[in-house]
């Protein structure tokens, strides 16, 4: 039986508008805030998919699109408002259907599917997670304020976190250490690390960003085009740092200027402030860690090479191997003396002669409501070697984290956790001695707490397994609120002057060396303290249990494997729907382990020295017969069992020569073996349906074949709007804004021949794109709709006969299938298309693909996609973005592409554009049917009737098949799916006339 989610009426559009409200300006669900998980997926679409995936096709869309997503629209069919904060209100009937329903998530993350299955009343749910410390997260998401809620607990569970949260920073502000190591008046301590100077001698900081301020009202950074120059605006605070007479030195211009409003221009690439027509400088980075420089502030020399036989610096690379970077060889030998240190090996003297420490620069103090900053003082620094003499009084604690990064960790993982290379080789070395003083002390107190909160319920009366479940639950809430302070108050943070100050170690999704970090005192109010943290985890429960107070599911948690699935044993479900990793896209279980040490510690009891169990112990602790061991970390024992295509894991754990391709096979392997227990798990009539983000079309290739192979057959499919842009492209990686959902059915069967099996799914695609155009799909969506028609009839055999490597079929076959169907439909749906007659060149084919898909943007005057859809479109073609940018189809911009085309119908914009794609028109050579097309419609737009016909007569016999796919291109553009303010419509409407010679204009466009 089909589904509305697999009916062209389920309404795209709207769901991912709300979704994009949900990424945008402050529209994050609330319990989002409470800690940070990679790649959660917008509770909208998570909802949307789940009831549309329950319910039949033919619904009434506006009560779905009302009552179930939430979503308000205005009368240009636009979402107002943020739909995911509202409890959806299904018709009873619908509820009753939901209600009957079992749902699973193998790959659960941070819980957006389950938690939205549970809101919609499913009947039960069942979450599946590898790693422990999702699993707690999912618990405290999930399951906790679903308990309290049930007991009619769940104020006191949110008054409970507030208390005990209050204890916990009471006894931490009343702590002799934290009172003599931190000054009562600073909220924010901004450091770095500092070198010797192997010129002068003396310690030069490396200053990553000499900004402390840059606020103003509306868009934070600069626009590419502003980059160049900078236009006026108005700044509510502006400051930064500056170096005077050998130190820091504090330029505050609000206090300046005595004033909140301060119109200037501001340029920070190039590092100026303009005022009232006075330009200050302020300085550029004095490292750049890519490039391998350095400058001393003192003497201003470069810091480059240092020989490791010799130990003498040189600035030119000397050739040899045994060199590194001046700046990296003197990290890692703090990190190294920092242990011999605490070791006892060395005393603090010799630790504090390193070429390398870390220093204070400047601190923040909040004054009547404002920031005020200073420069650090000699004093502000000694106090954290004081912190350290502390950590070593205490060293061998179990609760400092001293266990291991992964070996591997700079090698294979597209560079996600990058600071072993540094010596940052164990956890504690993440944070600088008073931070991680006061995260150990958090930890003692959190665990003290959850202590005396047990001891308190008991003595009220609470039979002792209420009690013990209860301090389970409040400190795992306060455990959150330590991991959050501590993700803002490592030394891998960064500045971030346009907003909020801080930036968090986790702001980039993965973990490198920054220069400039912060320090929140944590008994602060201020942005990352502990105390903010807890207030951010509170505002979550109250969401949560908002969301979850009268919901009827039976929720289960499982810490399992998705390639197995033990823990399900027989069960099965109507519904699965997930979103497994994205191939090699975020390392989850190293990244992770940033959170698991102090989890674990905040969440277990310690005796003779050691952890020990105490709550949620089958997150931390593996049972061996009657006893247990602690798992060290996650790395060392999930690893291999992550779902993640990831070369140095793979040399790690499996020998050194593992190559590229073996640990692509074992990635396929796993993913393979997922799909099966997936399938396993899933009734025969039930649906599975997957998110998948990834814009390598080999990914979708792995996905596809691995559902294939596992027995299902793809029904229907997607774009999702999910992942934030700017999480994911603020170190340069592609956008991957679009997720695509694809709907799974179980069951394949016979087997035939390609060429049977590529007429259907031509037929297929083209009669799927013409009932999505008919429903008034666009765009991307589109496109995807029609490559779902075309998967649908492949997925559908069991095997084709004579088609081996799946995997290159799909790629080679099936998508060009999609594109060809797709263009068929389009020729057809705006009328000038004969039967049979289609584009056929994969440049052609591509650019009126992205001419009928794409937008027509007005500010660009034109075309621009981002690399996402460049190859969501290119799969069809067989054409990735270097083969279009060498046939001059794409011109790359930076961050973007722009699609060669005419931007006007005026002879200078014509010549601009045969320039860009490089073609002369008086001696014309043809790689496109593209080609043929601007030539003709530059000779129709600067010629008369007689000369173009002459032109397109030579054209013609040089090329005619090109020249003939020319017009046929014409003949779409010039029909309704091109809007009229393209003004190749017109252009090509003039060709159309000026060939026909005889005929008129409703001629062609009636497709004579
Ligand atoms: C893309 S994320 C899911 C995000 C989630 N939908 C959300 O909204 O938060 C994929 C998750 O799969 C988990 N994972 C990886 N390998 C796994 C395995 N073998 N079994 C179960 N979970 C796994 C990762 O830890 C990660 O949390």
Known sequence: MSSFLESPKFPVDIVNQAAEKEKKGGGHPKHWEMIFWWTRKPLASARAVLAAAALPPDIDVHTFVAQVLKAKENLKGQVENVPHRENPTPPPEWRERFAKMKVLDPFTGFGSIPLEAMRLGFGEVVAVELLPTAYVFLKAVLEYPKWAAERG??????????????????????????????????????????????????????????????????????????????????????????WENGA??????????????????????????EVNGTKRTVRKPNIDAKHKKATCLHCGNQIRYISLKTGKHTIEKPKGKETEWYVKH???????????????????????????????LARVKIKEGDLEYEPATNQDTEKLWKALEKIRKIWGDPDIPT???????????????????WGLDKWYKHFNPRQLLTLVKLVKLVREAGKKIEEEKLR??????????????????????????????????????????????????????????????????????????????????????????????????????????????EEVFDLIVTDPPYRDDVPYVELSDFYYVWLKRALSDTNNGKLAPRFLSEAFFKPIGAT????????????????????????????????????????????????????????????????????????????????WKAGFRVSAAFPASTESVQRVTARGKAALDTSIVVVWRPGVKGEALWDEVYRDALVAAEARALELLRAGRSGVDLFVG?????????TSREKIVGIDDIGGFVKERAYPAAARGLARAVSRFVGGGEA????????????????????????????????????????????????????????????????????????????????????????????????????????????????????????????????????RLARVFSGRLVPSVDPEKRLCERVLWYVSGTGTLEGWLGGA
Not at 253 to 264: C, M, R, Y
Request: a neutral charge; charged letters at 30%.
């Open 628 to 707: 247990f061991r602690e798992i060290r970390t996650q790395w060392e024992e999930f690893a291999l069992r992550e779902v993640g295509f990831n070369v140095g894991r793979l040399k790690y754990f499996k020998g050194a020569l593992a190559s590229k391709d073996e640990a692509r096979s074992y990635f396929i392997d796993l993913l393979s073996r997922s799909f099966l227990s997936i399938r396993r798990a899933l009734k025969d009539d039930g649906m599975l349906v997957t998110y998948y983000t990834h814009t390598d079309p080999e990914a979708w290739e792995e996905l596809i074949s691995a559902g």
């Open 403 to 421: 266990e291991p990064l992964p070996p591997y960790g700079s090698r294979g993982m597209g560079g996600d956790l990058k600071t072993i290379v």
């Open 836 to 967: 049979g007659e289609e584009v056929r060149d994969a440049g052609a084919l591509f650019y009126m693909l992205a001419k009928v898909l794409l937008p027509w943007n007005r500010r660009t005057r034109g075309r621009v996609m981002d690399r996402s859809t460049v190859h969501i479109i290119g799969f069809g073609t067989g054409l990735d973005n270097e083969d279009l940018a060498d046939i001059k189809i794409i011109k790359n911009m930076k961050k973007n592409f722009r699609l060669l085309e005419p931007r006007g119908e005026e002879r200078g914009e014509l010549v601009e554009l045969l320039h860009d794609r490089g073609l002369d028109p008086s001696r014309p050579v043809l790689r496109s049917a593209v080609d043929a097309l601007h030539l003709l419609e530059y000779y129709a737009a600067t010629l008369d009737i007689k000369g173009f016909r002459e032109q397109y007569e030579k054209l013609r016999s040089v090329n005619p098949v090109l020249v003939d796919e020319a017009l």
């Open 248 to 273: 820091i030195k504090i330029v505050n211009l609000n206090k300046e200027l005595q004033t909140s409003k301060i119109e200037a221009k501001v340029n920070s690439k190039q590092g100026y402030v």
């Open 786 to 794: 029609t490559l779902a028609a075309t998967l649908s009839v492949v």
């Open 330 to 360: 003197a990290l890692k030998q703090w990190n190294q003396l920092l242990e011999d240190y605490l070791n006892g090996k060395i005393d603090l003297e010799k630790l504090l002669q390193s070429p390398a420490r870390p220093t204070l």
């Open 153 to 242: 607990l769940a104020d006191q569970l949110v008054r409970d976190v507030e208390k005990w949260g209050k204890w916990v920073t009471e006894q931490l502000a009343s702590d002799p250490d934290i009172r003599e190591l931190y000054d009562p008046d600073v909220a924010v301590y901004i450091g770095t690390w500092e070198v010797k100077c192997p010129h002068c001698g003396k310690y030069t900081p490396l200053i990553g960003n000499w900004w402390l301020a840059r606020v103003s009202k509306g868009s934070s950074e600069e626009t590419e085009e502003e980059e160049e120059g900078a236009k006026k605006k108005i700044f509510s605070r502006l400051a930064w740092m500056d």
């Open 460 to 569: 009220e009366g609470w039979s002792k397994e209420n009690a013990y479940n209860y301090a389970e639950k409040i400190t795992t809430y306060l455990a959150l609120a330590v991991l959050k302070q501590a993700n803002y108050n490592s030394i891998l943070t960064s500045t971030e002057p346009t907003q909020k100050l801080i930036r968090e170690t986790l702001a980039f999704r993965g973990i490198a060396i920054t220069w400039n970090w912060m320090e929140v005192v944590p008994i602060s109010n201020f942005l990352g303290s502990f105390t903010k943290s807890l207030k951010s985890v509170q505002k979550g429960i109250d969401t949560l249990i908002d969301i979850l107070n009268n919901v009827g599911t039976s929720i289960k948690i499982d810490l399992d494997d998705a390639t197995f699935l033990t823990k399900l044993r």
